[in-house]
């Protein structure tokens, strides 16, 4: 079992940063893929940012990014620390949403963070 716990949101201005940091608890696997999502009201569900939780292995691929934030955001992991985190630069009042924590080990994201609110003025 994994749980996940997301922080850092908040309110900022257009142009700003914000870094989301999401802490991961109980049981990982080196094989487990972390995600960050974000959904806006209104929208669809939007997988940000992914990356794997261990490069060991065949399977190993750069961190996958949206094109709507490519360049802006990076996604980093911790593993000593057992954190994920994405930090967002040159925010949009676009990019305002609840953003997850999420991971998987299936084609499924099958594990989630609460959510933390991110909102970005004009």
């Known amino acids: 079992q994994v749980q996940l716990a997301e922080s850092g949101g908040g309110f900022v201005q257009a142009g700003g940063s914000l870094r989301l940091s999401c802490v991961v608890s109980g049981r990982t696997l080196s094989r487990y893929i972390m995600g960050w999502f974000r959904e806006a009201p209104g929208k669809e569900r939007e997988l940000v940012a992914a990356?794997?939780?261990?490069?060991?292995?065949?399977?190993?691929?750069?961190?996958h990014y949206a094109d709507s934030v490519k360049g802006r955001f990076t996604i980093s992991r911790d593993n000593a620390k057992n954190t994920v985190d994405l930090q967002m630069n040159s925010l949009k009042p676009e990019d305002t949403a609840v953003y997850y924590c999420?991971?998987?080990?299936?084609?499924?994201?099958?594990?989630w963070g609460q959510g933390t609110q991110v909102t970005v003025s004009a």
């Open positions: 990356i794997r939780w261990s490069d060991d292995g065949p399977h190993w691929g750069a961190p």
């Open positions: 999420a991971a998987r080990t299936t084609a499924t994201y099958n594990y």
